[in-house]
């Protein structure tokens, strides 16, 4: 359970990234992709 916050947090990061184009493209997917392993990470410890 104390990874599901900052892994929330990392999603709203992630969306807010795009939207607003912070960073390279580059940067950006690759963040994108950590946060989804990290969501998939929270969805196993769930199961």
Do not use: C, D, H, N
């Not at 992709?33 to 990470?41: D, E, I, K, R, S």
């Amino acid at each position: 359970m104390l990874s599901a916050r900052p892994t929330a947090g990392a999603l709203v990061y992630a969306v807010l990234a795009w939207k607003e184009r912070y960073w390279g493209i580059a940067f950006r997917s690759f963040y994108t992709l950590v946060t989804v392993a990290a969501v998939a990470f929270v969805w196993f410890l769930s199961q």
